[in-house]
């Protein structure tokens, strides 16, 4: 019996098998989940995706190719899923992007309006975006989340427009809960500490925020992807029944230290 046993539902943001969204795959399945993977299109993309969840014993993933920029990608993904599944349980959103001209300490102020407007277009918006079109596929309920990171409260070094996106998307998450909850949709965040990812080594200074957490966080250590995986099974099965329009902190503590 796993936790999560005739439950289907869409998880986007797997990139390689360092993505957080690949060991979220990994909890889900692994407490009898059913997943379609959405994955940025391209060739070269799907073959990186595919070699994941090969990894993680998914031998032929059911893929979906979506720019979750475009509105009309969303919308064949949804009519995709919506063919296969009928209905979906839950729905994971773990990406984002911000140009990593950026993402460098100093260069905030420099934002350009363009990049400004990419980063929360693809990084927040699109939460919004697909929150929406799950809504009609869950009739009877459903759990939604999103990853988010501490860079959206406190000005760290480097993260600059993706701490701003970050706080959109938390804004969003909460909106989203208040709107969708009459429906018997949940919508959480999970705040990770940080993990080696390919967005993550975009962030300059990256090491030093490593080697901080391992100093100053109540655990003293960083956090584990399998961590995330763990906290997602919780947010996205019955067990957190009672819970939504709540941001969690997967941080080894991090976030509640003052000095
Ligand atoms: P990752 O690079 O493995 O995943 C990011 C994903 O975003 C990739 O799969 C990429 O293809 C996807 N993406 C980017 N632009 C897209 C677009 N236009 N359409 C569709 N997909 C697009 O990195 P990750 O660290 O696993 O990031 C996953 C999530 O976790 C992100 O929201 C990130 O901000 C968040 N997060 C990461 C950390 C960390 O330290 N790695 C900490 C806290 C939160």
Same mark, same amino acid.
């Given at each position: 019996?796993?936790l999560?046993d005739?439950q289907?539902g869409l998880v986007f943001?797997?990139?390689?098998?360092?993505?957080?969204?690949?060991h979220?795959?990994?909890?889900?399945?692994?407490?009898?989940a059913?997943c379609?993977?959405?994955?940025?299109?391209?060739?070269?993309n799907?073959r990186?995706?595919r070699?994941?969840?090969?990894?993680?014993?998914?031998a032929?993933?059911?893929?979906l190719?979506?720019?979750?920029?475009?509105?009309?990608?969303?919308?064949?993904?949804?009519a995709?899923?919506?063919?296969?599944?009928d209905?979906?349980?839950?729905?994971v959103?773990?990406?984002a992007?911000a140009d990593r001209?950026?993402?460098?300490?100093?260069?905030?102020?420099?934002?350009?309006?363009?990049?400004f407007?990419?980063?929360l277009?693809?990084s927040a918006?699109s939460?919004?975006a697909?929150?929406?079109?799950a809504?009609?596929?869950?009739?009877? $309920?459903?759990s939604?989340?999103?990853?988010?990171y501490? &860079?959206?409260?406190?000005a760290?070094?480097?993260?600059?427009?993706?701490?701003?996106?970050?706080?959109?998307?938390?804004?969003?998450?909460r909106?989203?809960?208040a709107?969708?909850?009459?429906h &018997?949709?949940?919508?959480?965040?999970v705040s990770? $500490?940080p993990?080696?990812?390919?967005?993550?080594?975009?962030?300059g200074?990256?090491d030093?925020?490593?080697n901080w957490v391992?100093?100053?966080?109540?655990?003293r250590?960083?956090i584990?992807? &399998?961590?995330?995986g763990?906290t997602?099974?919780?947010?996205?099965?019955?067990?957190?029944? &009672?819970?939504?329009?709540?941001n969690?902190y997967?941080?080894a $503590?991090y976030?509640?230290? $003052?000095?």
């Amino acid at each position: 019996m796993g936790l999560l046993d005739n439950q289907r539902g869409l998880v986007f943001g797997i990139a390689n098998d360092r993505s957080i969204a690949c060991h979220i795959a990994k909890s889900l399945i692994g407490e009898g989940a059913t997943c379609g993977f959405a994955h940025l299109p391209g060739e070269k993309n799907e073959r990186r995706v595919r070699k994941a969840l090969d990894g993680i014993g998914v031998a032929e993933p059911w893929l979906l190719p979506c720019d979750v920029s475009s509105d009309d990608d969303i919308d064949a993904t949804f009519a995709a899923t919506k063919e296969r599944f009928d209905t979906i349980d839950f729905l994971v959103h773990s990406l984002a992007f911000a140009d990593r001209t950026y993402l460098k300490a100093g260069k905030f102020p420099e934002t350009p309006r363009d990049v400004f407007a990419q980063a929360l277009d693809i990084s927040a918006y699109s939460l919004i975006a697909l929150a929406n079109r799950a809504k009609e596929m869950m009739p009877k $309920g459903g759990s939604i989340i999103g990853m988010t990171y501490y &860079g959206s409260e406190k000005a760290i070094p480097g993260y600059n427009v993706m701490g701003v996106a970050k706080a959109a998307l938390e804004a969003s998450m909460r909106y989203l809960a208040a709107d969708l909850g009459e429906h &018997g949709i949940r919508v959480n965040t999970v705040s990770a $500490g940080p993990l080696k990812t390919l967005s993550s080594m975009a962030v300059g200074g990256i090491d030093e925020i490593f080697n901080w957490v391992s100093q100053k966080s109540p655990l003293r250590r960083n956090i584990e992807a &399998g961590e995330v995986g763990k906290t997602a099974v919780y947010l996205l099965s019955d067990l957190s029944s &009672g819970v939504t329009g709540e941001n969690i902190y997967v941080d080894a $503590g991090y976030s509640i230290v $003052g000095l």
